[in-house]
């Protein structure tokens, strides 16, 4: 039965069969009505469950995982409907990440170059500065034989050395059979780009020292020891009792080494006065004394090797002792 009120009279009718309503049941004779299905928004969220971090994480689970709705945003929000001009702009990097990417990426250019270059500059002093200066040492070794052979009938008085010594120029041959240097001139001078760099042994001038003809005094020469030929990139190896020869136009003259100074400061120039500074001389005398720098690789200090004239030795009789092969 269904009722109409209609001008506050109840009118009974037939019970209509509501078409739409799946829980009808016709023996019934009415409606069973099923308990209303909760909405998703009835659903408590994460959000809203009281207990704690565990309730929430509890609930979550329940409801499904974090939906995409509940996921933040991966980048720049853009409004719906926007067009594809406004998505590439909201895509593209800001201009203040622009700057740092482009400033990044400079200075990983400058830092890549400056090592190329670095590599390079010691590739030059290591390698091509002994190429090119070896050669050099070379050439001028053949120019003191060659000066020495175009005058076989002169005679050249070793006590004047104004006739065949000028400035900048070799005079004179050295050997030192410990480290197998052979033949390696000997010039007048310690200038860094005419001597030193040429590959050329210099003889001090500044301040003075002796010759090896002179009667008394110190005969003290400088080499490079890494780079630029390094003559006596080895003398560090020498040890009392080995020779050093130095052949002039007329005579061999043979030291032998007596001891060595492994550091002192470049300021310390009396370690090649007529007697020694901190060598081991007490008395003048006919005396060699090498130096170069020191450590390996660097100029911080000086490395400075002393010995005696222990032999002269005219050349037409022949090379001494020191030079003949061993037996």
Same mark, same amino acid.
């Given at each position: ?62 409801? $499904?995982?974090?939906? /995409? #709705?509940? =996921?933040?945003? &991966?980048? +720049?929000? %853009?409004?719906? $409907?926007?067009?594809? /001009? #406004?998505? =590439?702009?909201? &895509?593209? +990097?800001? %201009? ?5 990417? /482009?400033?990044? =990426? ?21 390698w091509w500065t002994n190429i090119v200066a070896a050669e ?113 136009a007329t005579t061999y003259f043979t030291y032998t080494v ?43 200090y000086r490395l400075i090797v002393w010995g005696h004239l ?18």
């Amino acid at each position: 039965m269904w009722f109409r009120e209609e001008a506050g009279t109840a009118i009974a009718g037939p019970t209509p069969v509501p078409a739409l309503d799946p829980a009808y049941d016709p023996s019934l004779g009415a409606t069973s009505v099923l308990p209303p299905v909760p909405s998703a928004a009835a659903v408590p969220s994460a959000a809203t469950v009281s207990g704690g971090r565990a309730a929430r994480r509890k609930a979550q689970r329940k409801k $499904g995982g974090r939906g /995409a #709705a509940d =996921r933040p945003p &991966a980048g +720049p929000a %853009v409004a719906e $409907g926007a067009g594809r /001009a #406004a998505r =590439r702009r909201a &895509a593209k +990097p800001s %201009v203040g990440s622009r700057v740092l990417t /482009a400033g990044a =990426r400079l200075v990983g250019e400058l830092a890549m170059t400056v090592g190329v270059l670095l590599v390079l500059y010691v590739v030059y002093l290591t390698w091509w500065t002994n190429i090119v200066a070896a050669e050099k040492a070379r050439e001028e070794a053949q120019d003191i034989q060659q000066s020495w052979n175009n005058t076989p009938g002169q005679v050249v008085d070793p006590r004047n050395p104004g006739q065949y010594v000028a400035p900048n120029k070799g005079f004179a041959l050295m050997y030192i059979p410990r480290i197998g240097m052979e033949k390696q001139a000997v010039a007048e001078g310690t200038d860094r780009a005419k001597v030193l760099n040429n590959g050329l042994v210099g003889h001090y001038t500044d301040p003075q020292t002796a010759m090896p003809w002179d009667a008394q005094g110190n005969f003290a020469v400088a080499a490079h020891r890494n780079g630029h030929g390094e003559p006596f990139r080895y003398i560090n190896k020498l040890k009392p009792g080995d020779k050093i020869v130095v052949e002039t136009a007329t005579t061999y003259f043979t030291y032998t080494v007596d001891a060595d100074l492994p550091e002192t400061s470049p300021q310390h120039i009396e370690v090649i006065d007529p007697i020694p500074d901190k060598g081991p001389y007490k008395k003048a005398g006919r005396y060699i004394t090498l130096t170069t720098c020191t450590p390996d690789g660097a100029s911080t200090y000086r490395l400075i090797v002393w010995g005696h004239l222990e032999e002269e030795r005219p050349r037409s009789q022949g090379k001494p002792d020191a030079l003949l092969p061993a037996k």
